[in-house]
């Protein structure tokens, strides 16, 4: 635990300017980032009295290293950086809104040639209209199903549509009327993109138009006695709005705007958002987030505005953004919304009429929301506080244990041995610093030895990067799962970069021996380690012959049980993919520069596994692609192989032969049962 005053900037260092201030651990790894319209006023209220801090606050300021600033020219210019360094260090510090990605969109692949409508979940990709969000998917799909009447634009995915379009048969919902069936040239590319914008303008809410339209059509086919068209168009309309009646009416004037409310405590803040466009509620979404400090409700609220409108341009920032209060100062927020619509965004507070009355409607749903996550345990902050706080003492740690890893070892009766690391940070996942990896230092079933070079390699890692001396580079790409954090400067995540507190083994005293005995040969003694015996839940510590038993109602122990679970679902995964990889593997991937295409050349030119391994050098030669030394490659490795077992019909028990239907793996390699696989694959 660090000193605040150890790293406070001395009198008259820091600037009266507007600006962005980091705080750092002392791994260098930014932990908050805040900006401010004076940094020097600012940054004062971080070193005052820590028992007049609030409590988040001063677990930051103890947490932190260091501090560094970035002078800014306006409060806009604060506002963007801000976000933009909050996005890229991911503190864990700052204010988070957990749940936002969760929440079902409609979409419409405009940047496609032949649009399709679909439901989206995660980050908007760019080209693509989003309609929501929506509570649940299937009503993105009851919605869908009733405009599809109007409006036939394509739903079905990339691999049906060719499909169809390689037979020349359309799809079910083509043969019921409710695609145009591009696929087979009833309608053109032109044609279908129009469809698509008309879905578009209706979600959008210029509903009357079409509306209109379609009433004028079906009197005119009346008046023309021209009565089945006039049903259809009849039918039409009912469709049109019986979609429309999902969503009452709310504002009687059409109005487009976003309403934010809301609730909180001394701890926490629930955010609820309501998107009415046209007058109607298209889409709902909510968020909890823990206060990291004595924060405003304005503060809350331009938090909010960040995290909904940082990626959106154009009309997806709406005209009018009601908000309980409003962020201090206004004008920067104000200016910042206009930029990233291209006009004029009316920020303020519903004072009275309809706009008023529905805003208490969302600030009922934030409470609501706020009193449905207290009693969920694993998100409530205090019962997270409360078991770092029972394991620091369970197991007499200086401090409670704030990064947590957890190594479980995972096999198939001694093939494909992984390992799997989880982080828990603050008693929550932190999914993007998982680890995975393979044995390599032996071969076999020994699950002690397995943990011991797992542990040895992670935190030989963690040397390396703590000491920059760039000596360990062999096999970097191995333990990484993700390509994020590779970059290793200005506080940026690494791999193995961050130590934990607490190291948690799946298994008793050999597993955890096994990984002391490791953290000691690399010499690291600041790092606690224990282990979880799955049979009654017993924690034990190095060097005790008796475990620590925690009672059975303890959020302390269950934690500890979350994170090994965890930690065991993640090797398992791991396993099971590389068993399925290890069974599609072929003779052929160990010819060196023998890729997928001209593998899948020979296969299909001699029908089978079989067939080439029996052909002479001259027949491979005549293959495209294929010349004389590749071919004598390719003799080699088939003839030193051994046989592949015979695959077996489960059903029947009858012995099938290699060149019988439904034996091949992907990419066309027969798979067979029990082939070595001497290849060692790299973690992805």
Not at 120 to 138: D, I, N, S, T
Not at 202 to 217: H, N, P, S, V
Not at 622 to 629: A, L, S, T, Y
Request: aromatic share 6%; charged share 30%.
């Amino acid at each position: 635990m660090a000193d605040p005053s150890s790293y406070r900037p001395k009198p008259g260092e820091i600037p009266d300017t507007p600006g962005v201030y980091r705080f750092r651990d002392e791994h260098r790894r930014v932990i908050y980032v805040g900006k401010a319209k004076s940094l020097r006023q600012r940054l004062a209220n971080y070193f005052q009295d820590l028992a007049s801090l609030h409590p988040r606050t001063r677990t930051m300021v103890t947490t932190a290293a260091s501090v560094e600033w970035t002078v800014v020219s306006t409060e806009v210019e604060a506002l963007q950086l801000e976000y933009s360094w909050i996005k890229e260090f991911d503190p864990r510090f700052n204010v988070k809104y957990r749940d936002d990605k969760s929440y079902p969109y409609l979409a419409v692949t405009m940047n496609e040639e032949f649009p399709r409508v679909q439901v989206m979940r995660g980050h908007k990709r760019k080209g693509v209209r989003y309609f929501g969000p929506y509570g649940h998917a299937w009503a993105i799909r009851d919605t869908v199903d009733l405009l599809l009447r109007v409006f036939p634009v394509r739903t079905c995915s990339a691999g049906v549509f060719k499909n169809a379009t390689r037979t020349g048969r359309p799809c079910l919902l083509g043969y019921i009327g409710k695609c145009s069936a591009p696929c087979v040239d009833r309608v053109s590319a032109d044609e279908h993109r129009d469809l698509a914008e008309e879905f578009c303008d209706f979600m959008a809410g210029r509903t009357g138009t079409y509306i209109r339209r379609l009433e004028k059509q079906m009197t005119d086919a009346a008046e023309e006695m021209e009565y089945e068209r006039a049903a259809r168009l009849r039918d039409d309309i009912g469709a049109l709005k019986k979609a429309m009646e999902k969503s009452a009416v709310v504002l009687a004037d059409a109005t487009d705007a976003d309403l934010i409310a809301v609730a909180e405590d001394e701890l926490e803040a629930a955010v609820q958002i309501f998107h009415v466009r046209g007058g109607r509620v298209r889409g709902q979404r909510g968020w909890v987030t823990d206060k990291v400090e004595e924060i405003t409700t304005g503060a809350l609220v331009e938090h909010a505005l960040q995290q909904l409108y940082g990626e959106e341009k154009g009309d997806s920032v709406p005209k009018e953004v009601l908000v309980p209060a409003l962020p201090e100062p206004v004008e920067p927020v104000q200016e910042w919304l206009a930029e990233r619509r291209g006009s004029g965004v009316s920020l303020r507070i519903p004072q009275r009429g309809d706009k008023k009355a529905l805003m208490e409607t969302v600030q009922r749903n934030a409470q609501q929301a706020l009193v449905l996550h207290k009693t969920k345990r694993a998100s409530d902050l205090t019962t997270r506080s409360r078991a770092l706080e029972e394991i620091a003492e369970a197991l007499d740690l200086d401090s409670a244990p704030l990064r947590i890893e957890c190594y479980d070892i995972s096999h198939l009766q001694g093939d494909d041995v992984v390992a799997s690391m989880v982080v828990f940070e603050d008693g929550l996942q932190r999914k993007s610093e998982y680890r995975r990896f393979q044995i390599k230092g032996f071969a076999g079933q020994d699950d002690v030895r397995s943990m011991h070079e797992v542990i040895s390699r992670r935190f030989r890692r963690y040397l390396a990067e703590k000491e920059k001396t760039g000596e360990w580079v062999d096999d970097l790409p191995e333990e990484g799962t993700t390509e994020n954090g590779l970059k290793d400067d200005d506080g940026r995540p690494k791999k193995f970069a961050y130590p934990p507190q607490l190291v948690v083994v799946d298994g008793g005293q050999p597993q955890v021996a096994a990984a002391k005995r490791a953290l000691d040969e690399l010499g690291i003694d600041d790092i606690a380690v224990c282990g979880l015996a799955k049979r009654l839940e017993e924690v034990w510590l190095p060097e005790d012959d008796d475990p620590v038993v925690l009672p059975r109602t303890s959020e302390g122990l269950y934690l500890l049980q979350r994170v090994r679970d965890e930690a065991h679902r993640f090797a398992i995964t791991y396993q099971r993919t590389k068993r399925a990889q290890r069974f599609r593997s072929s003779p052929l991937d160990d010819v060196p520069g023998l890729g997928d295409t001209r593998k899948q050349a020979l296969l299909k030119h001699f029908g089978s596994l079989k067939k080439l391994r029996s052909a002479t050098i001259d027949q491979i030669c005549e293959v495209p692609g294929i010349g004389r030394k590749t071919a004598e490659t390719i003799a080699v490795a088939l003839a030193q192989a051994a046989p592949a077992a015979p695959a077996v019909n489960t059903a029947t028990g009858e012995i099938m032969d290699e060149e019988e239907p439904g034996t091949t793996g992907s990419g066309g390699d027969p798979v067979t049962a029990g082939a070595p696989d001497e290849r060692r694959g790299q973690e992805t």
